[in-house]
Structures are given as structure tokens and as C-alpha cells.
């Protein structure tokens, strides 16, 4: 008697076949990786399917692997990171697509597979500059009008490039570039996988 | 009357917001109106965006935990709880029990706050002045049980990755007489408050139900508010799903799915409890749902009262690693010294791996996706937000219907700005 798990494993392999890139199971959780241009169609079998039917696109998101492990990452950089639910077979997928092109990230859209993909596209657009093609409003969605950048990649600052006051002399509310340095309290420090164990060092 | 004359009649824009008392915080609506009638909604967010997610990545795993309160500000213990859940499952250290059924209680009251919020505010926007009165004296009591537990009324911090920052306290605040308050008043409002926590929620949950009557006496039969809601916003289960919508926003469509019941979480699946789905979808049946749901929250922390009394135990994990010693021990003995003393500078190492957690937040599905690389800060965390897709969805709900009816269709969506912006 194969567990859950294992069922949606075999049933993504079955279905998806060549386009599986990578697919593996950790803490009680499935992620499935494809190639950028096996994405729409995968999306649309995960949805269409009938022994995966995805129904919903739950979130989705940018990542930027660029500092991941301190350095330690030679893969591309962005990444879309679907999380799908099932309503009618309940059970939940993550789905990985690497943009190809590290400069100018750009991905297809899946809005017309779940709607709810509009504005987390926007988001993703917004915070990380992945560009959805097919997209039918690719606005920036959660930073100021005029925004310069891509706030949440690894290269901006966490102080930003500029800060907004009010000048008395031209009566009105002007950008200039930021006067705080940022300040890290506690560094980020990665420890070796035995570090602190009995009889360690 | 020729067409020539109708051709100059141009729709109008309108900015609804960012500052509107309907607005629920800074939301922007651009408005563009064929006379009354609302042709497209287009809501701008952002104006309370405070890059929550970028900030944790520059700050150790505990010390990202209170910024989740801040989030979603009128549910925090529920934010609290999705990324302690995504952080164990990282770790995969085990909860207590004892706290598995703290964290279910404070869930269940958080749900009760929320949806009483939402009912009050709701009712406020449309016309109803009455209702906010009645359900923020509820709140008032249940906010006494927040300060109780966690010493803030608001931003508790009181999940932690491995279990509950500290046991539940065996007697409640009591108020002191004043200029404001004589001693019959005092003595009216200490009569509940003699007892433990448990105590002081057991007569609550007593209490309750009553209130709950007098909220519907209010409303569900309230020409008015039937006038106002029966029939607006309404959304098909097949949109609803495609649109991205949980909790009782695709409850109120008719789709059964709470994950409370579907992928329990802590000790759910030992609770008993009924999820209520409407058949309309309008915001009518929604405000049903969310009834429902409180009587059936009050349920639910009446069972973990009982059980709480019964079973007395700890409520953090003993991995030092992961949760702070006990404060005794701490000064006895060199060890304990090191993890306390390691935990607050460094904090804890989380292994590389990504996780996903939700949790049937009152407002939806609230999920955190953490991805750690192996240090003692996130490398990347994701907060879903359940407001975000159900605005998102404002235009389409809103298209057709009454520029009144935005403030229905806002109300019906229980949006906090905190938690769509982040």
C-alpha cells in the first residue's frame, strides 16, 4: 500500500514523464522541477489532469539563489516557485522553474491556467524583475509609483538607494539618496553540520 | 435624444481611499464608474508595504517571529503559529503536547477576535452603527486573554519554533478603582476574573453563544443588511477556486475545504467541530459562514479548556538548541549558560531545505514558505497572505454592482492592509 506521497510521485511521473527535471520528496512534501520550457504545459497537465488536478495555484513567488549557502550556488539565479493545492484529491505540490537567462529573467505566464497568478506574477515582477510573457497587466504592485529597482534580489540593500522628505524651501516632498548605513547586529554565519555536538573540536 | 448626445457621456474615475474609514487601512481603489455603476475596480496596495519578507532575511530566526504579528494585526497568534510550523518542520523537533493545545486554544480565540472584527466593521461600513459597539466589548475580554498569556494585548510573540513561550498563568489582571471606575464597577468586572486564565475563558465560553444571539437578532434577519448583502459579490465555486480564494471566502461559495479538518495540524483532529459552507456566495452567506465558525471556534476552546486542566505538562521543547533552558537552570549549570547564551546571539542553525506551512487562518489559508540555506538567518521566507488573492479579485466581484456596494464587497473580504501588503 503505496502512502499518499508516494501515489502523487507516480502519478507526476506517469503524467509528466520527460519533463520531470528533478523530483523529490522532503519533510512530507513534494517538489517538482521542470525546464522553463516545459512550464506551461506541465502546468496545464497539473491542472488537467485527472489523477493530479490541481485546481488551485495557492501562491507563487520569486526567489533569488544568487547568495544561497554563502556563495556555494553555481545554478541560475531566479526562480518561480509554484505551490499548488488539490481541493478534490487534497494534496499539495511545490513546482520549481528556473528562468534560463540570469540578466533578463523571463518566464511564461500562467494566468490563464489560474487566475490567481495575476498578482502574485506582479509581485514576483515587482520584487525580483521576472518578466511573465503573456502577462495582461505587468505592473508593479507593491512598491511606490516610479520605483527604481527590484527590491528583494540579494544585490539591493535592506536601507534601500533613497529616502523621501519634505523640503521647506521647494515646499514639497523630495527623494534624495540615503543617509543611514546599514547595520547588522548579528552576522549570518553558516556552521558545519557537526558544529556543537558532543566531542566536536 | 441622439447618439450623437450619448457619445459624450464619459465614464468617471474616482480614488476611493488611501485614507477611508472603509478602507480598512491604506487601500487605494481606483474607481472607474458608468454613473453609478462600477466598470472596473483596480486596487493599488503597497501603501503599508514593509518588506517583511526582506527584513528576515537579515535577522535570526526568532527574532523574525514578531514581525509576523504584525502582519495580519487582528489575527497575530495565528501568523505566529504558520511560521513556528514551517520553522519545526525545518528543524523537525516535536511540540509538546500541552502546547499543541495551547496554540489550537489561542488559535480558536484569535479566530473569534477576527471574525468579531470583521463582523463589527463590516455592519459599521454599510450602515449598521450599532454592531461594533456590542462586538468590540467581546473583543475587550478576549484581548484580557491575550495580555494574560503573552503580556500584550496586540502583538503577543507568544509561539515560539518548538512550543509556547511560557505556560498559561494561573490568575488573571484585575482592575483597580479610579477616578473612571467606582468600586461597584470594579467589583462587577473582577466577579470573572477570580480564577485562573482557564477560569476567566471558561466563563466566556459560557457567555458567548448569548452574544452570538444577539449579534444575529441584529443582523440575520435585518431588512437592511439583507438589502445590503443578499446577492452582491457573489462568485461561483469554480471562480472561487481559480480565483485563488480560501477560508470563508470559498467556504461561503459552497466548497467544503478547511484545513483544519482536510490536513489537521496539532491536535485538530481530536477536535470536534462542524465547518459551515454557504450556497450563494454572496457576502450574505459569507457573513453566515463567519457566525458559524465563531460559535463553532467557542467549541473548540471549550474542548482544549478541558483538557488543559487535566494534563498538566511542559510547553516547550526540551531541545536547547532549538528553545531557551528553563531559567534555573540556566543559572546552575555552565551548559545550560552556553545554549542560552548561544540561542540570543547567534540563534538557532536551521538545516538547508525549503518548507511550506498553512493553517486555516480566520481570514483563509495563511502559509509560510521558508528556505534555509543552513544559517541562523532565512534565507528566503514567503508569507501567503490570505487578503492578497481576495483582493485581487475586487474587480471582478465588484464589476456591475453599485458604487455603494464597494464597501460591502471590501468588508465581505476581511481586509487587513497589513496582511496584504506585508
Same mark, same amino acid.
Given at each position: 500500500m503505496a502512502t499518499r506521497l508516494e501515489t502523487l510521485c507516480l502519478n507526476l511521473q506517469n503524467a509528466l514523464g520527460e519533463r520531470i527535471r528533478d523530483l523529490r520528496t522532503a519533510a512530507g512534501e513534494v517538489t517538482l522541477e521542470v525546464a522553463a520550457e516545459h512550464y506551461l504545459e506541465t502546468a496545464k497537465l497539473l491542472r488537467d489532469h485527472p489523477d493530479l488536478r490541481f485546481e488551485q495555484l495557492i501562491d507563487l513567488t520569486g526567489v533569488d539563489y544568487s547568495s544561497w549557502g554563502d556563495g556555494a550556488w553555481t545554478g541560475l539565479r531566479f526562480a518561480a516557485v509554484c505551490h499548488l493545492t488539490s481541493i478534490s484529491k487534497n494534496w499539495r505540490l511545490r513546482l520549481r522553474v528556473f528562468a534560463t537567462d540570469d540578466g533578463f529573467p523571463v518566464l511564461p505566464s500562467v494566468v490563464g491556467l489560474w487566475n490567481s497568478a495575476n498578482w502574485y506574477e506582479r509581485e514576483a515582477f515587482d520584487l525580483y524583475g521576472i518578466l511573465f510573457e503573456g502577462h495582461p497587466d505587468l505592473r508593479r504592485i507593491?512598491?511606490?509609483? $516610479?520605483f527604481v529597482g527590484h527590491p528583494f534580489r540579494k544585490d539591493f540593500p535592506i536601507s534601500g538607494h533613497v529616502e523621501m522628505r519634505y523640503d521647506p524651501e521647494q515646499k514639497r516632498v523630495v527623494y534624495q539618496p540615503v543617509t543611514i548605513e546599514p547595520r547588522e547586529n548579528t552576522p549570518r554565519i553558516i556552521r558545519e553540520d557537526s558544529y556543537g555536538d558532543v566531542g566536536h573540536g | 435624444m441622439g447618439t450623437s448626445a450619448m457619445a459624450e457621456i464619459r465614464n468617471y474615475t474616482i480614488n476611493f481611499? *488611501?485614507? @477611508? *474609514? +472603509?478602507? @480598512?487601512?491604506v487601500l487605494r481603489l481606483v474607481l472607474e464608474l458608468d454613473g453609478e455603476v462600477i466598470v472596473r475596480a483596480d486596487p493599488h496596495i503597497g501603501l503599508l508595504h514593509r518588506a517583511t519578507e526582506k527584513l528576515a532575511e537579515t535577522r535570526t530566526w526568532l527574532q523574525t517571529l514578531p514581525y509576523l504579528d504584525r502582519l495580519d494585526y487582528v489575527s497575530m497568534m495565528c501568523n505566529e503559529h504558520a511560521y513556528c510550523l514551517a520553522v519545526e518542520k525545518l528543524l523537525g523537533v516535536e511540540v509538546p503536547l500541552r502546547a499543541q493545545y495551547i496554540r489550537v486554544m489561542m488559535d480558536e480565540v484569535t479566530r473569534i477576535l477576527n471574525h468579531l472584527l470583521n463582523i463589527g466593521t463590516h455592519a459599521l461600513d454599510i450602515g449598521a452603527m450599532t454592531m461594533v459597539l456590542y462586538t468590540f466589548r467581546e473583543r475587550e475580554d478576549l484581548m484580557d486573554v491575550y495580555e494574560a498569556v503573552s503580556g500584550a494585548r496586540l502583538h503577543a510573540a507568544y509561539y515560539r519554533p518548538g512550543g509556547v513561550y511560557r505556560d498559561l498563568p494561573d490568575r488573571m489582571p484585575q482592575y483597580v478603582e479610579n477616578k473612571f471606575k467606582n468600586a461597584e464597577t470594579v467589583r462587577r468586572l473582577n466577579a470573572a476574573r477570580q480564577g485562573s486564565l482557564l477560569d476567566f475563558l471558561e466563563d466566556f465560553t459560557h457567555r458567548f453563544p448569548t452574544y452570538v444571539d444577539e449579534y444575529e437578532t441584529l443582523l440575520t434577519d435585518n431588512r437592511i443588511w439583507k438589502q445590503r448583502t443578499v446577492g452582491v459579490g457573489v462568485v461561483s465555486p469554480e471562480r472561487a477556486l481559480a480565483l485563488g480564494f480560501t477560508g470563508p471566502m470559498l467556504r461561503g461559495s459552497g466548497v467544503e475545504w478547511d484545513l483544519r479538518r482536510k490536513? *489537521?495540524?496539532?491536535?485538530?483532529?481530536r477536535m470536534e467541530f462542524d465547518v459551515p459552507v454557504g450556497v450563494n456566495g454572496d457576502c450574505y452567506d459569507r457573513y453566515l459562514v463567519r457566525i458559524e465558525e465563531m460559535r463553532q471556534a467557542n467549541r473548540i476552546v471549550r474542548q482544549c479548556i478541558d483538557w488543559l486542566r487535566k494534563n498538566p505538562g511542559p510547553v516547550i521543547t526540551d531541545n536547547h538548541k532549538v528553545a531557551p533552558p528553563p531559567r534555573e537552570s540556566m543559572k546552575a549549570n555552565m551548559e545550560e549558560l552556553i545554549h542560552h547564551f548561544k540561542l540570543f546571539t547567534e540563534g538557532m542553525h536551521v538545516p538547508p531545505g525549503e518548507a511550506y506551512a498553512a493553517i486555516e487562518h480566520p481570514k483563509g489559508e495563511f502559509g509560510v514558505y521558508a528556505i534555509s540555506d543552513g544559517g541562523n538567518k532565512p534565507y528566503r521566507i514567503k508569507l501567503r497572505s490570505p487578503g492578497f488573492p481576495h483582493l485581487a479579485a475586487t474587480d471582478e466581484l465588484a464589476? $456591475? @454592482?453599485?458604487? +455603494?456596494d464597494a464597501t460591502a464587497i471590501i468588508g465581505t473580504i476581511d481586509l487587513v492592509l497589513g496582511d496584504t501588503d506585508r
Open positions: 507593491l512598491t511606490d509609483y $516610479g | 481611499g *488611501p485614507q @477611508h *474609514p +472603509a478602507a @480598512h487601512g490536513q *489537521p495540524y496539532e491536535v485538530y483532529d464589476r $456591475g @454592482h453599485m458604487i +455603494a
